[in-house]
């Protein structure tokens, strides 16, 4: 599928030229190769197909994170671009896991405009791919389907996996199996989206929560579900009974054909895809900034997960994930509790355990 009849094609292993908005941060160091990065560290093996991409988005204001961040860091950068625990950002942490499942050119982030700062602190560790900046953030519709349109372009045959870039991962490995099996998996059944569904450990109310149906496929590791259902931030006892009756919490990693993506937008939310597409066409242009200005103007925010997912689970499948410890880090509470569990402090943790003892931040965590 191609927005508007334009098929862009390349052949079976296209190398696309940037859109103007990554062209623009190029000239600015973003994007280039870290001359030392070869002496560091072999380059990581590639293990899926050359027609698969990552697409990170990375372009949310994280606005309930706000004071803690500005709290332990002293800014107000948006969490993505926080080193929270360690040495590398969250973004960096995503970048990193999707250069192990593709080539670094076949990845894709998105930003909204105001965080080209940020994005070029980044840069002298090397920016893998290209940039779409988009004019403002109006949800993850938008901010998804924005990439894929450019994508599908492109190359149209392509698989797609998405990766937010707000997510705590401990066993990345198997956790990056998981994500193998997804692309497998949405090739096989090219019409369907597939979400990576985590076991809980809680009842957590904040998180989407996916109600499998029968089982589709079992066998060397794999346990894939229909979808019966979504909820989206369940009510306290919604929540309890959906951890008692065993669904799962819905990771937002996706993985799937780019049209069957745009297939699901288009029977959802067609005027998200109409609006976007017009402008999606002039990507690479002198005429983008412009067409994409217009066209977010027009849109209304929209949640992929509420208004697609959720909207039509018949188009979907759940990949079961077991033993992976995962979290969105959206809330103080859930960073908090997990640096516990893995007994990390990072250097602004005394201070802020301090401050909170004290009530000078109303973070709503314990932790004690």
């Known amino acids: ?32 190769e870290d001359p030392v ?72 982030t998105v930003v909204t405009a105001g965080q080209e700062a940020y994005l070029r602190e980044e840069a002298c560790g090397g920016v893998p791919g290209g940039v779409l900046v988009q004019p403002a953030n109006k949800e993850t519709a938008p901010g998804l389907l924005l990439p894929l349109l450019w994508i599908a372009e492109r190359d149209p045959k392509a698989t797609v996996v998405v990766f937010p870039s707000d997510h705590f991962i401990w066993e990345e490995e198997r956790f990056l199996r998981h994500v193998r099996d ?23 109310q904040t998180y989407g929560w996916i109600a499998p149906g029968a089982l589709c496929e079992a066998g060397a590791g794999v346990e894939l579900y229909h979808v019966r259902r979504f909820w ?29 993506f745009l297939r699901a ?14 402008a999606a066409v002039l990507l690479g242009t002198r ?3 412009d067409a994409l200005a217009a066209a977010y103007r027009r849109l209304r925010p929209v949640d992929f997960s509420r208004a697609v997912l959720a909207g039509r689970p018949e188009g979907l499948l759940v990949l079961r994930v077991r033993a992976v410890y995962w979290s969105d880090w959206g809330d103080p509470q859930r960073i908090l509790r997990t640096l516990q569990r893995f007994d990390r402090r990072p250097m602004w943790f005394p201070a802020y ?16």
């Open 1 to 32: 599928m191609t927005p508007h009849g334009r098929s862009g094609k390349t052949g079976a292993q296209p190398r696309p030229a940037p859109p103007a908005s990554v062209a623009a941060h190029n000239r600015c160091g973003l994007g280039e």
């Open 287 to 289: 005429r983008e900034a």
């Open 232 to 260: 989206e931030k369940p009510d306290r006892g919604t929540a309890a009974d959906l951890f008692a009756g065993g669904f799962f919490w819905n990771t937002f990693v996706l993985a799937g054909r780019v049209a069957a």
């Open 265 to 278: 937008a288009r029977r959802t939310i067609p005027e998200v895809l109409d609006s976007l597409g017009a």
């Open 37 to 108: 990065a070869g002496s560091l560290s072999r380059p990581p093996r590639i293990m899926t197909a050359e027609n698969t991409w990552v697409v990170v988005l990375a372009g949310g204001q994280g606005t309930r994170l706000q004071q803690f961040i500005r709290h332990t860091t002293g800014s107000d950068r948006p969490k993505q671009f926080c080193r929270i625990v360690g040495t590398r950002s969250m973004l960096r942490h995503t970048w990193d896991r999707a250069c192990r499942l593709v080539p670094r050119e076949r990845v894709l």
């Open 182 to 204: 997804a692309v497998r998996i949405s090739r096989d059944f090219a019409d369907r989206m597939v979400v990576l569904g985590v076991e809980p450990d809680g009842p957590e």
């Open 353 to 368: 355990a301090e401050a909170l003892a004290s009530g000078a931040e109303r973070a709503g965590a314990d932790i004690d």
